[in-house]
């Protein structure tokens, strides 16, 4: 976990991807922080019950400040309407909702725990407020930028497809 964090965090901006001898790639995409940040705030409530270990402890901190430290950035790039752009460090891409659900759900999850302030609850909150309106009649979530494998390009246009997972994403911000 902290191999993770360390390969792939620099300066509270997540990348997507990391190979050996190389610099990372994909930085600032909405959904590689949404799952970054996602894993991180389910990780930091399962070693509770052993909090006695040490190693544990200083697991369970070193997860912590990262999620901290991302949260932070993250919450500066949150739109008006309570969601983020494909890439949190371009305002002129369209929103990702599967991104935006899965941000918004690790913010939920620290701040219910008393981990991260109360503002970001209410982050989670306009978040969801603002997925609302992708909801569809049959109660999947539209507004998801494509997946990597159209690349960049596609990433950072206009073009959104409907997803399963970004419905799961919503649940558990839900």
């Not at 990780?43 to 949260?71: E, F, H, K, M």
């Not at 909702?97 to 690790?106: C, E, R, Y």
């Not at 049959?138 to 507004?143: E, V």
């Amino acid at each position: 976990i902290t191999e993770r964090a360390r390969l792939l965090v620099r300066d509270a901006i997540v990348y997507q991807r990391k190979w050996l001898k190389e610099d990372p790639r994909q930085g600032s995409r909405a959904r590689a922080t949404c799952w970054s940040l996602l894993g991180s705030a389910k990780t930091i409530r399962y070693p509770r019950n052993l909090s006695g270990t040490s190693s544990i402890r200083a697991l369970q901190g070193a997860l912590l400040d990262t999620v901290r430290s991302v949260a932070r950035a993250v919450r500066r790039a949150q739109r008006v309407n309570g969601l983020w752009g494909a890439y949190l460090d371009d305002p002129t891409t369209s929103d990702d909702t599967s991104g935006s659900a899965g941000i918004a759900a690790a913010f939920a999850i620290p701040s219910g725990d008393n981990y991260l302030p109360a503002e970001y609850r209410d982050a989670a909150e306009d978040a969801l407020d603002g997925l609302r309106a992708y909801v569809l009649a049959d109660g999947m979530l539209s507004g998801v930028a494509q997946l990597n494998r159209g690349g960049d390009d596609l990433q950072r246009g206009p073009y959104r497809v409907v997803g399963q997972f970004a419905l799961g994403l919503l649940g558990q911000l839900v």
